[in-house]
């Protein structure tokens, strides 16, 4: 599809891709799995766009939430492994072990169920014991930790192929010891499973944050989300990336995704008109007001009503009125020169501008994450150089 027959679209930045996946690759010991987090879209970069440029630019495996995130990796032709860490209702194990995904596990229920279905189908599935040490999300805990090996141990069609942990408060904070007393007793917990007699496992727990920081969260394996995509978890690990490292504030990564759109209509607007559903704004001077064909179903969201801006011929256009939900109106008074079809900027850079995401999902009162996953899966995902 050409660019020229969208109304919106989302450039994926393969340079800036390449570049953050050679950055992380680079700091990981040769024997340290390379696993990139692909849940919800790619963080809503397009899962199938990024992971073909994951493996291009070297990342060793997948790991989705859902079973059916694995299998849609699958039917299109990615042989790497896959690790669900989401539950998979025990109706379709069959699907896990037949398609010999890894699989998280944590409860004895879905143990009996794989120890059924495995017989059945005279097949073996590979799983990763989730650990809970003090996230109290998924996970076994410490004192159910023996039982549950009892339980595998005599399973030869069960294969305990790894073991991790994830941390609760390594991106909220600048203090770290909560992370550190996680770590230690996955630790305590690897070495138990290990002194069981499942030597061979993978230890994993860096998610983004733990991977720019603490090498010693590495293991045999890492599982990186955001900051493949280029974003920092939080402003505290940018923080305390910088207290360690001390590089003259230069960002190391590099915004992956852009997002566009084109004017739909443009109009002259009289002072004191109310714009928009609610009349919320109300001009204070005759307006050239823009009309954008997104909303918030694209995953524009409502909360940039009369506060975010975008970009236009790179310069700033404020958002005028609530956001509709696939419409809202800019304020282009003072750039003349803007005309219908134009290419609008509502993420990325334009000229000297940069409007980064992290900018409106502080406007929305939320995170990166929760406002790039939000994009929604129709927008087309172009891959540009
Ligand atoms: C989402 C997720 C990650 C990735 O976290 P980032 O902060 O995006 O790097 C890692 N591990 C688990 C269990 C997750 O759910």
Known sequence: MDKKDLTTWLEISESAYSKNLTFFKQRLPKHTEFSVVLKSNAYGHGILEIARLAVEHGADSFCVHALDEALHLHRNGFKQDILIMGPVMRSRLKEVVENNFRLILYNKEVLMGLKKITRELKKPVRVHLKLETGTYRQGIAETDLPEFLRLLKNESFIHVDGAYTHFANIEDTTNHEYAFRQLSLFKKMAKTIKDFGFGDIKCHTACSAAVLLFRETYFDMVRLGISQYGLWPSRETFVSYKMKHSKNGENILR???????????????????????????????????????????????????????????????????????????????????????????????????????????????????????????????????
């Not at 607007?269 to 694209?298: D, F, K, W």
């Not at 609008?344 to 929305?364: F, K, P």
Request: charged share 20%; proline share 5%.
């Open 255 to 385: 915004p992956v995704l852009s997002w566009k759109t084109r004017v739909a209509q443009l109009k002259e607007v009289a002072s004191n008109q109310n714009i928009g559903y609610g009349g919320t704004y109300q001009t204070t001077r005759p307006s050239r007001i823009a009309v954008l064909p997104i909303g918030y179903a694209e995953g524009y969201d409502r909360d940039l009503s009369n506060r975010g801006y975008v970009l236009i011929h790179g310069k700033r256009a404020p958002v005028r009125g609530r956001i509709c939900m696939n419409l809202f109106m800019v304020d282009v008074t003072d750039i003349p020169e803007v005309m219908l079809e134009d290419v609008v900027t509502l993420i990325g850079r334009d000229g000297d501008n940069h409007l980064q995401v992290d900018y409106l999902a502080g406007l929305c009162g939320t995170i990166n994450y929760e406002f790039t996953t939000r994009l929604n899966w129709q927008i087309p995902r172009i891959i540009t150089a």
